[in-house]
Structure formats: C-alpha cells, structure tokens
C-alpha cells in the first residue's frame, strides 16, 4: 500500500499536526516502507503454525501464596490526623 501526500496531510489534519512539505515527504516515505514491511509480513505462510504468547518455551517460577507483612491497620489508622469508621478523612477538594 502507498500512501499519497494527501494522505498523508489528511491523517496530520486528524492527528492536529502541524507538518510542513519536507516533512510530509518524509513521512510518506517512512510510512510506506512500513506498510511494505506489513505486507511482507503478511504474504507468510503460517498454515500449521501454533499461536504462542513467548518465543521460548518458559514458565514463570512462582512463589507460595502466604501473608509475609503483620496488620498494621490499627497503626496506621492512629497516625492519621482524621479517622472515621476506619476510613482516612481528607479536605472535599471537589464541590
């Protein structure tokens, strides 16, 4: 796919971009070299090919899920200038 400097003009006007002629002959070049790679990409045949999530075959080690970290709340909740019901009360910063 090739893009015209239309095109090209258009998508700055949609993106609010300020692009001046070198620059948007710049990026249409840029933009259809990548549009090139896409179609290259594209044109592989990957029939039979399984979807992976990693290029290698890993797993993540994972660590046993158990508290580490004593409660603390009530700590907490004493240093606090304003406490209510267990909850933190702050200044109404919206009216």
Known sequence: MSLTL???????RLARLAVSAEEAQLAQ?????IFGLIAEMQAVDTQGVAPMSHAQD???????????????RELLLSLAPQVEK????VPQVIE
């Not at 267990?86 to 009360?89: S, T």
């Open 86 to 89: 267990g909850l933190y009360l």
């Open 6 to 12: 239309d095109d090209v003009h258009k998508v700055a």
């Open 29 to 33: 070049s840029q933009l259809t070299n």
């Open 58 to 72: 890993v797993t993540q080690r994972l660590r046993e899920d158990k508290i580490t970290e004593t409660n603390q």
